[in-house]
């Protein structure tokens, strides 16, 4: 599982440094969003599987860093962390903080 959490960071960092060169900040947010909305599938499923799943404190981080939108689509698509307010409030917030970051650049 470390193996995986490494992966995605690792591929939001590339969709970083790529966005930076390119100058393009949706490069940056697709990346993100394809990695949140993998982890939070791939949570599922451990869940489903009962195997060792990802911290809550590791899916939150990924929505901080800039997939909410994605958080809260996954969260519906797989009925995964539904009950837990602070999952609904943190990409609530951060999809309307990218929101009003988009908007203004």
Not at 2 to 23: E, H, T
Not at 52 to 65: D, G, H, K, S
Not at 74 to 88: G, N, P
Request: aromatic fraction near 14%.
């Amino acid at each position: 599982m470390n193996k995986v959490r490494i992966s995605l960071l690792i591929l939001i960092a590339a969709g970083f440094i790529l966005a930076l060169i390119m100058g393009r900040m949706a490069i940056y947010m697709l990346t993100v969003s394809i990695a949140v909305f993998a982890a939070f599938g791939l949570d599922k499923y451990c869940a489903i599987k009962r195997w060792r799943r990802f911290p809550e404190a590791y899916l939150l981080l990924l929505t901080v860093l800039g997939g909410g939108a994605a958080a809260l689509g996954a969260m519906c698509v797989f009925r995964h962390k539904i009950r837990k307010w602070k999952f609904w409030a943190v990409a609530t917030v951060f999809t309307a903080v990218q929101i009003f970051i988009f908007t203004r650049s």
